[in-house]
């Protein structure tokens, strides 16, 4: 009976929302925001979207200006005429040449000489300063030439490499900036204005002014601004955005629902139950944005992956310069070949490699029901070997109907003991108490009044009615009580029980029946292909998580188990070496959530402020924790095709471009090396896109 667990859901509602706000604001500073790595643009970190898409505009521009110029630069270099067989000297051709090339190097060059300065500044050189100091060298190393240096310019591998280091950068924002576009629709899917409704008149008012207990009326086709509970009139609503669900629910009268949600044909009075940042989407939008913030372990390991590229392409650049100075060669030649290798080892690709995937991940999982909190859990749920599952609400629907109701003492008939045993009920949302309180309407039954009601901790209520002293309880506290059960209590069907007692005497029980989710078997089946073992963890009789564990054929069960003691159970399987994915509805889980390896909770809605778990599942349905898993792997792997995409490219270009094969004729050009290293970071784009693609088709 998930031993009405929750019968004091009402009274933690609020303080876990509360309490959801302080985490959030904590959880913030306990990551840190994310470095400005994540593509090493400047200014490229936690910035606003206009911002951004300034940026992208910039470099744009600065793209396509500096293109143009190089057509000239490259018409007019003494090299590229040679290398086409052409001769076409202006008067001054020297000079022509360095004036476009100084503009090509400020202008062009501008955005990653003032990248170098802020990494100068934080001591952490990366990047920017390979970039600036790849064109900076380049650039006087020429302009010297032109001014009577002996040696050959290289204006043109200088206007070049700039284009494409512009054009790389430009694609790359671009590609973040989609990801971000994610959390941009979640935040347009509220309407700026509500319409009030105020005695026999209708205002609008703007979004900020509701109020809590406001009446709403939202019109056919219009988005559902806050969340609420429908007083009046029903509809069929889109939530697909918000939960994944695609079919349009339907919706009547005290039926909850969330703002940004898509109203249907039908017209409805809603009274606001959440505004602004308590809101069930503003929820969301803040686990994303925490989520897309928080450093996982593999964001760390391309940061220092970046790093070390840096100093070793300084150390093999200026390596490079001496050996070749030293094996007799000219100057200019030596020079050219550290220029070269100091253009190819930007890595470039690296800065992109993890955070674009984290951003795309966490979006998309966002617009399909899981919402990601902790980034190292979502990582790591490739690893989850058993899945522990809380039964009420994620295996079964957690929609209880009555299914008999007996009485064993012959003072109170079937009836009376309905009667009285909902009166405790009528103040719980718990599925047991909802399962009651259905049949004493259906049956018209009055709900007497009572007096001193109080919570038996995971064993049920008790309280006084018509002066008698009333309790409902699970059966492990008749057995904690020594009280006998009676033989025919349970049927062969997954029925749960609750009893009855009054003034200490057991007076009859009440017989439910939870139905199994449709998908809950599909689910089971993707976990065991995946080698995962499937475990349920309930308050129900060992009669009950029998039956269903066998409909469903799981690995295996625990019965009447009290909220304290799944935790319990999950130290216990963690002690055998299992890694442990722990799901269940917030609340009372809450201590088992915390202790696995991976906290699911489940729970639509504002119970969305589950505290301690890592990812949240806005649908309670069981096939989406193996979208998630599966999900999970997916992202894992596409990081580290990445990471060995960026880092193996440079493994291979740097020697090319130091010179390695020179004997046999062949030297990896600077401008050539630009082309590929742009090559790589676009390929690490593309790549973290598909990821889309893998739980699109769920």
């Known amino acids: 009976m998930e031993n009405h667990k929750e019968h004091n859901h009402t009274h933690h509602r609020h303080e876990e929302s509360k309490k959801h706000e302080d985490h959030s604001g904590h959880e913030g500073h306990q990551h840190g925001g994310q470095s400005s790595h994540s593509g090493h643009s400047p200014g490229h970190g936690e910035m ?8 992208i505009e910039d470099f744009k521009k600065r793209f396509w200006i500096a293109l143009i110029l190089t057509i000239p630069i490259l018409v007019f270099s003494p090299m590229i005429q040679r290398f086409l067989g052409y001769e076409w000297l202006l008067p001054g051709n020297a000079y022509i040449l360095f004036g476009l090339s100084t503009f090509v190097y400020f202008y062009g060059g ?18 920017m300063t390979l970039i600036s100091m790849a064109i900076s060298v380049a650039y006087f190393y020429s302009s010297a030439t032109v001014f009577g240096l002996e040696g050959e310019d290289f204006f ?10 512009l054009l790389g950068h430009w694609l790359e924002m671009k590609s973040v900036l989609g990801a971000s576009k994610a959390l941009q629709l979640l935040v347009s899917m509220m309407p700026s204005e509500a319409h009030r409704v105020k005695g026999d008149s209708v205002e609008d008012v703007k979004l900020e002014d509701l109020q809590k207990d406001d009446i709403i009326l939202i019109k056919p086709g219009e988005k559902v601004p806050a969340d609420g509970i429908i007083v009046e009139g029903e509809s069929y609503l889109n939530e697909s955005m918000l939960t994944g669900e695609s079919k349009p629910v339907k919706k009547g009268l005290e039926n909850k629902v969330i703002g940004g949600s898509l109203n249907g044909n039908g017209s409805l009075k809603v009274k606001v139950e959440h505004t602004g940042k308590d809101s069930y989407l503003n929820k969301v939008i803040t686990l994303v944005q925490e989520a897309q913030k928080s450093k996982s372990k593999m964001q760390n390991l391309s940061d220092r992956a970046a790093k070390w590229l840096t100093y070793i392409a300084l150390a093999i650049g200026f390596g490079t310069l001496a050996i070749w100075l030293f094996l007799g060669f000219p100057f200019v030649y030596a020079l050219e070949r550290m220029v070269t290798v100091m253009v190819i080892a930007c890595p470039h690709a690296l800065g992109l490699a993890i955070p674009l995937v984290v951003a795309i991940s966490t979006a998309v999982s966002a617009q399909n029901g899981l919402l990601i909190r902790n980034r190292t859990a979502f990582e ?17 629907k957690g929609d209880f109907g009555v299914t008999r109701i007996e009485s064993v003492d012959k003072n109170y008939d079937s009836n009376e003991v309905l009667r009285l045993a909902s009166a405790l009920e009528q103040s719980s949302e718990h599925p047991i108490a909802v399962g009651i309180i259905k049949k004493v309407k259906e049956d018209n039954v009055t709900i007497p009044k009572l007096e001193n009601f109080n919570a038996i901790t995971g064993k049920g209520v008790e309280a006084n009615v018509d ?17 006998s059960i009676p033989e025919d209590a349970y049927s062969d069907a997954a029925e749960t029980v609750v009893f009855v007692l009054i003034d200490g005497k057991l007076a009859g029980y009440i017989a439910l029946a939870d139905e199994i989710r449709p998908e809950s078997a599909e689910a089971i089946k993707v976990f065991k292909k995946n080698n995962i073992k499937v475990l349920m963890a309930t308050g129900d009789n060992e009669k009950t998580a029998k039956a269903v564990s066998d409909k469903l054929g799981l690995d295996g069960y625990y019965s009447e188990v009290l909220p304290h003691q799944k935790v319990e159970i999950v130290k216990e399987l963690q002690a055998k070496g299992e890694f442990v994915a722990m799901t269940g509805d917030g609340v009372n889980d809450a201590p088992a959530l915390a202790q696995a390896n991976v906290g699911i909770a489940v729970g639509s809605g504002t119970d969305v402020a589950a505290e301690t ?31 060995i995409w960026a880092t193996g490219y440079n493994v291979i270009a740097i020697p090319l471009a130091a010179g390695v094969l020179y004997s046999s004729g062949f030297v990896l050009g600077p401008a050539v090396g630009a082309v590929f290293m742009s090559l790589s970071t676009i390929i690490v784009a593309i790549n973290a896109q598909l990821l889309k693609k893998k739980i699109g088709n769920k």
């Open 48 to 55: 606003g979207h206009d911002h951004h898409k300034m940026m």
């Open 110 to 127: 501008w955005p990653f000489l003032k990248g170098l300065k802020g990494e100068l500044k934080e001591g952490a050189p990366g990047m």
């Open 156 to 165: 043109w591998e200088l206007a070049t490499l700039i284009d494409i280091m």
């Open 380 to 396: 790591e749920s490739r690893k989850i070997s058993v899945l522990l599952f809380d039964k009420t609400g994620t295996l079964t």
């Open 467 to 483: 002066g008698k002293k009333v309790k409902v309880v699970s059966p492990g506290y008749l057995r904690d009580e020594k009280i």
């Open 613 to 643: 778990a890592d990812i949240i599942l806005v649908n309670s349905n069981p096939h989406d924790i193996a979208s998630l898993i599966l999900f999970g792997k997916a992202t894992y792997n596409k990081m580290i095709q990445n990471l």
